[in-house]
């Protein structure tokens, strides 16, 4: 099967700090739902907690990684610099209205390329955009889009278009910042990436409040391997195929630095739970399950409603 197109983002996964704050700015305020709580495969002492729509659907996943010793980070070039959500166009005053209610601080109403945003910052700093949107609801539903602060654009414009079928959809200036526009076809969730270019100097530092990478769907595992083929052969440097349990993931760097993945549609997140109570009891890969007592009790406590 030929790599095809890549519809657009499957999950992105940040860098937090003290994992009851996330989750009750995610799940609280954002009105997520936590859909898995397990560990981080690599240091399984920290949890991996997602969060996305009802059904864990691909495009609406966005995860941590509460590493609380890290300290905070600074997104800069070669980094991913922000995340945005659709909002309801029908919805977008109203959360205005209960954002402030809530004491909850956001900036703007902004508008770019025709849309209007705000930016809320989460408990860990981290810009979160929800950008009004021609889709129905009342909250915010699935990725808009991912800002990437490169030096020289180029080159990943170069990787969306000629790999991933993307089209340049805009350019605009805010700031004196110039901001490029890229869209997958079909045009659904998350299927936009804005590239900043910015040479300020000085660079971006790993920690809380960052985004640690990008993932883009494949909808199969066929189609996964025609993409590590592909990018292989155009020189990147790519990963054998991971199993995270609920996806299947490869990874490579883009050419400004921002670790990208492609990351598989199946099994997807009641592979391991059902689909009603996903996200409340502490999951473990089958390696890990012998070593659950020691895990348990080194993890903090998160306190997660019914
Ligand atoms: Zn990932």
Redesign the pocket.
């Known amino acids: 099967m030929p790599a095809g197109l890549i519809p657009g983002l499957h ?1 992105v ?1 940040s860098i937090c700090g003290a994992p009851q704050e996330n989750y009750d700015f995610y799940a609280g305020c954002l009105g997520q739902r936590l859909v898995k709580k397990t560990v981080n495969f690599d240091a399984p002492d920290t949890y991996h907690l997602y969060y996305g729509d009802e059904a864990g659907t691909p495009g609406t996943i966005m ?1 941590f990684f509460p590493f609380t010793d890290a300290g905070p980070g600074r997104a800069g070039p070669g980094m991913a610099s922000a995340v945005a959500w659709r909002l309801p166009k029908a919805a977008f005053d109203d959360w205005m209205l209960k954002l402030a209610e809530e004491a909850q601080d956001f900036e703007g109403p902004a508008e770019r390329f025709g849309e209007r945003f705000i930016t809320l910052r989460d408990p860990d700093g981290a810009p979160v955009e929800l950008i009004e949107s021609d889709i129905d609801g009342d909250a915010p539903d699935g990725f808009h889009s991912v800002t990437l602060w490169e030096r020289n654009p180029e080159p990943t414009a170069r990787l969306l278009v000629d790999h991933f079928g993307f089209a340049q959809t805009g350019t605009e200036t805010h700031g004196g910042v110039e901001r490029l526009r890229f869209t997958a076809e079909g045009g659904g969730r998350g299927s936009v990436i804005d590239i900043v270019r910015s040479d300020a100097p000085g660079s971006g530092r790993n920690g809380t409040g960052t985004v640690h ?1 990008v ?1 883009f769907r494949a909808e199969t595992d066929e189609v996964q391997a025609a993409w590590r083929e592909r990018l292989s052969a155009a020189g990147f440097d790519v990963t054998p195929v991971i199993d ?1 349990q609920y996806f299947n ?1 490869i990874y490579f760097r883009e050419p400004g630095g921002v670790l990208f ?1 492609i ?1 598989t549609d199946p099994p997807g997140f009641a592979a391991d739970e059902p689909a009603e109570t996903m996200g409340r009891a502490l999951m473990l890969p089958p390696r890990y399950e012998a070593m659950r007592d020691r895990i348990e009790r080194m993890l903090p406590a998160l306190r997660v409603p019914e």
């Open positions: 999950h996964t995860t990478h993932a995270r993931a993945e990351a």
